[in-house]
T-cell receptor, first 113, second 112 residues
């Protein structure tokens, strides 16, 4: 079945550092890929998405490129802020009936001033 | 104007009780979902409804019964609550296949 693997956290960074969170997936078809962010005590918010190979999703300084050859969708940000402290989830959708999202285990990011 | 709202936000109850969580979306989306997030933040789908029709039922115990009176509402009723049901339950909605979800803010259920 489908699965998503993310690097385990927590990832601790200083403000203005470069952030990378690795995400790889296993899927039978050609899924859509997503990154979600969850701030403490809140629900998940869609951060960015990509629907086909070589697409780049971007939002709020975050970027991720859909790499079919390496089945990866790594999240990057060039200069993090304290407000980026959150849990980040990589997810895929096989575009099948029901539009099920399969999530990775989440990566907690802590940015220190 | 909240897009996906679920109530209550917190729910503390004793083992064996029956409880319900309500969810409403005002986005005009066709598909709604229930997800369970455990203490390690792992998220797993429970149910998916499309226009009031059950599409996904992901090996959830029969004690959990979703009900969708219309496409804007998806409620979750849980019978005979067990300690292992303690988790955060998220409602979400989406427009269609391949679209991202909009999540509610979650209901933290604690069974004592």
């Amino acid at each position: 079945g489908d699965s998503v693997t993310q690097m385990e956290g927590p990832v601790t960074l200083s403000e203005e550092a470069f952030l990378t969170i690795n995400c790889t997936y296993t899927a039978t078809g050609y899924p859509s890929l997503f990154w979600y962010v969850q701030y403490p005590g809140e629900g998940l918010q869609l951060l960015l998405k990509a629907t086909k190979a070589d697409d780049k999703g971007s939002n709020k300084g975050f970027e991720a490129t859909y790499r079919k050859e390496t089945t990866s969708f790594h999240l990057e940000k060039g200069s993090v802020q304290v407000s980026d402290s959150a849990v980040y989830f990589c997810a895929l959708s096989e575009n099948a009936a029901g539009n099920k999202l399969t999530f990775g285990g989440g990566t907690r990011v802590l940015v220190k001033p | 104007d909240t897009a996906v709202s679920q109530t209550p936000k917190y729910l503390v109850t004793q083992m064996g009780n029956d409880k319900s969580i309500k969810c409403e979306q005002n986005l005009g989306h066709d598909t709604m979902y229930w997800y369970k997030q455990d203490s390690k933040k792992f998220l797993k789908i429970m149910f998916s409804y499309n226009n009031k029709e059950l599409i996904i039922n992901e090996t959830v115990p029969n004690r959990f019964s979703p009900k969708s009176p219309d496409k804007a509402h998806l409620n979750l009723h849980i019978n005979s609550l067990e300690l292992g049901d303690s988790a955060v339950y998220f409602c979400a909605s989406s427009l269609g296949q391949g679209d991202g979800y909009t999540f509610g803010s979650g209901t933290r259920l604690t069974v004592v």
